[in-house]
């Protein structure tokens, strides 16, 4: 159980497109989700943390207006690198999570997504 | 405020012999407690987690952590490394509000 995938597994898009990451629960109702961002050989940075039918919450330094977070399901969140540059070629990495219904804080994370941006 | 700090950025272990990989956190709150671990392109797979209940933990793959709260550390281990365990390791750190802090991670190179 707590299965989170992600799609595209890997996606490389030319300099100033826009590219949509989708995060699924596959198998529970995922009250809170989170992305993150990794740089090659680093750790994780948490970028911003969306609840269902809500706004998300940004981490501080990181642009709302690039990274457009949609959490419009409690089965599937969105996230849209708006005009992307080659500085944003990243593994970003999403995770679910039971939110109250859990005793703990465990997250449930998805396989990444490698964005390369030409 | 959290932080968490692993204490060893790479770790280099023969097959066959003991694995440590140190983490000391701070919280101020009772804090949840995680290990995850990374193979390369790949996200992360829980290896086990502390939640108040017993300080030693037993997680998947042989891998154990015991919460030692006087000393503030959740140093995970292994009896015997395995070739297939080389990989990144993350110590994570949560408190009750889902904040949660991310270690900088400890490469793990196993030798044959």
């Known amino acids: 159980g707590a299965v989170v995938s992600q799609h595209p597994s890997r996606v490389i898009c030319k300099s100033g497109t826009s590219v949509k990451i989708e995060c699924r629960s596959l198998d529970f109702q995922a009250t809170t989700m989170f992305w993150y961002r990794q740089f090659p050989k680093q750790s994780l940075m948490l970028m911003a943390t969306s609840n269902e039918g809500s706004k998300a919450t940004y981490e501080q330094g990181v642009e709302k207006d690039k990274f457009l977070i949609n959490h419009a399901s409690l089965t599937l969140s969105t996230l849209t690198v708006t005009s992307a540059h080659p500085e944003d070629s990243s593994f970003y990495i999403c995770s679910a999570s039971l939110g109250a219904r859990s005793s703990y804080n465990e997250q449930f994370f998805g396989p990444g997504t490698r964005l390369t941006v030409l | 405020a959290q932080s968490v700090t692993q204490l060893d950025s790479h770790v280099s272990v023969s097959e066959g012999t003991p694995v440590l990989l140190r983490c000391n956190y701070s919280?101020?709150?009772?804090?949840?407690l995680f290990w995850y671990v990374q193979h390369p392109n790949k996200g992360l797979q829980l290896l086990l987690k502390y939640t108040s209940a017993a300080t030693l933990v037993k997680g998947i793959n042989g891998f154990e952590a015991e919460f030692k709260k006087s000393e503030t550390s959740f140093h995970l281990t292994k009896p015997s490394a395995h070739m297939s365990d080389a990989a990144e390791y993350f110590c994570v750190v949560s408190d009750g509000g889902f904040k949660t802090i991310f270690g900088a991670g400890t490469r793990l190179f196993v030798k044959a």
């Open positions: 919280s101020s709150y009772s804090p949840s």
